[in-house]
């Protein structure tokens, strides 16, 4: 079953994303209008100005020109009155209609997505964020390793594309619903998931479409060690194919080792219910035992100044995990 905490932060984290081009993308169309606009004026006082002899024509035009410019300027301020109600919803302020009493701030602000997704340009653009910060820089390596022609790295990598967009598109509903409605979504999720994976092996052939669900497993590790390797690139480091094979291994094999224990809280598999103070001090205390065995196997896999890198890597990691799960309980979990 699809991971409900991947779903809600991966869902938010590309909505966000895709929301800010969308929006900023409009506004550069506008500006563009506008700037065209002026131009046009420009030229036409100009050639008015010159044509002394024709004082009626002039001040038709002037006026049709500034009736088109008052229109332009309607337009503007209509869009931006558009945008600043998407920011009120996205901000989740008190202004925003409440659907029922009971509703919650993480309902409106779910609410406030759902509908921006509605849009075809905004799921083009969340196609477009998936691409980019998941399956080019995880699944670039293994998509070249597979020496698949043109026409066919083209198709897996438009299924990938719907493969991810699912969790995203219905990731959104997950978050104003309640908990039945919650796991008939999961479900949902999971059929259309497992589609476009029988899609995948009947292109790939069993033997490869093993290797991409063993790949698929780690892709948590995969993304967090994508932005270690990018730190590093920024000081003159990088490292070797061998290097990140043993760091993944290592991060996941870890990973597998202490969900073995009973007592272990699966915050990627829980419901948004269960986010509460002692489960997420639990997760915190294996994430920190994870990420200790994971740093003492890294020191036969890193040089020193890698090693120091990584350790200050894995610290601010499980801060911002630890800032996620404080987050989705603000929003919609519980104290207790």
């Known amino acids: 079953m699809k991971k409900l905490m991947t779903i809600l932060l991966a869902a938010a984290t590309i909505i966000f994303a895709a929301a800010y081009v969308f929006e900023l993308n409009n506004s550069k169309k506008l500006q563009a209008q506008l700037n065209e606009r002026n131009l046009e004026i420009n030229d036409a006082v100009k050639k008015l100005t010159a044509s002394k002899t024709d004082t009626l024509k002039l001040k038709n035009a002037v006026v049709d020109y500034k009736e088109e410019v008052a229109d332009l300027k309607s337009s503007k301020e209509m869009l931006a009155e558009q945008i600043k109600q998407q920011n ?19 309902e409106k602000f779910a609410s406030g997505l759902a509908e921006m997704m509605d849009s075809p340009e905004m799921q083009e653009t969340v196609r477009m964020q998936i691409e980019n910060a998941l399956i080019n820089p995880v699944f670039g390596d293994f998509i070249k390793n597979l020496g698949l022609d043109e026409m066919d790295t083209a198709a897996f990598r438009g299924l990938l594309s719907q493969r991810f967009t699912i969790g995203a598109s219905t990731g959104m509903k997950m978050m104003s619903a309640d908990k039945e409605q919650r796991e008939e979504l999961k479900q949902q999720i999971t059929r259309e998931e497992e589609l476009v994976d029988s899609m995948i092996e009947e292109m790939l052939g069993e033997e490869k479409f093993k290797e991409y669900e063993e790949y698929k497993d780690t892709m948590g590790e995969r993304m967090a060690l994508n932005q270690f390797s990018q730190q590093l690139a920024m000081s003159d480091s990088n490292l070797t194919p061998e290097q990140k094979d043993g760091l993944v291994a290592a991060m996941y094999e870890e990973r597998l080792e202490a969900q073995k224990s009973s007592d272990y809280f699966d915050a990627q598999d829980a419901d948004i219910e269960d986010f509460n103070d002692t489960n997420i001090e639990k997760y915190q205390n294996q994430l920190q035992t994870i990420n200790d065995k994971t740093l003492e196997r890294s020191k036969k896999i890193l040089d020193d100044k890698q090693l ?7 610290i601010n990691l499980q801060r911002q995990q630890e800032m996620q799960l404080k987050m989705a309980q603000k929003m919609f979990g519980n104290k207790k």
């Open 88 to 106: 009120i919803k996205l901000e989740n302020v008190a202004d925003v209609p409440e659907k029922k009493k009971e509703e919650t701030a993480g």
């Open 308 to 314: 120091e890198k990584f350790e200050l890597f894995l």
